[in-house]
C-alpha cells in the first residue's frame, strides 16, 4: 500500500507560479514511476507530467517549458513547479503513484485545486 498525500494549490494570477507537493509514504520501494494527472469541470483526467524511479521524464505538449516536475528521494516527495500559468490550467491535480510487486498497481492522492484566475 502507498499513501500519496498533495498539497500546494490554490488560486492565482494568470502569469503566476505554483508549486505542488505529493508526499509518499508506505511500499515506497514499490514505486516505480510518479505523476501529477489534472481534470477540469466536464473533461477527462489526462496526464501533466511524469517522473520515473531513474530520473526520466514526460510531459503534456500543453505544459512543456512551463511546468516542471521533480523527485526528492530522501523526503519520498514528488513536485510539480507551475510556472505562466494560464486560465486553461485550472483543474483538480492529482497525484500518482505507479508500483510494482508481484504485479502492477496504481495509486492516486486526493486532489488539489488550482484556479488560474484574474
Known amino acids: 500500500q502507498v499513501q500519496l498525500v498533495e498539497s500546494g494549490g490554490g488560486l492565482v494570477q494568470p502569469g503566476g507560479s505554483l508549486r505542488l507537493s505529493c508526499a509518499a509514504s508506505?511500499?515506497?520501494?514499490?514505486?516505480?514511476?510518479m505523476g501529477w494527472y489534472r481534470q477540469a469541470p466536464g473533461k477527462q483526467r489526462e496526464l501533466v507530467a511524469q517522473i520515473t524511479t531513474g530520473g526520466s521524464t514526460n510531459y503534456a505538449d500543453s505544459v512543456k517549458g512551463r511546468f516542471t516536475i521533480s523527485r526528492d528521494g530522501a523526503k519520498n516527495t514528488a513536485y510539480l513547479q507551475m510556472n505562466s500559468l494560464k486560465p486553461e490550467d485550472t483543474a483538480v491535480y492529482y497525484c500518482k503513484a505507479d508500483t510494482y510487486r508481484l504485479g502492477y498497481r496504481a495509486y492516486w492522492g486526493q486532489g488539489t485545486q488550482v484556479t488560474v484566475s484574474s
Open positions: 508506505g511500499s515506497i520501494s514499490s514505486i516505480t514511476a
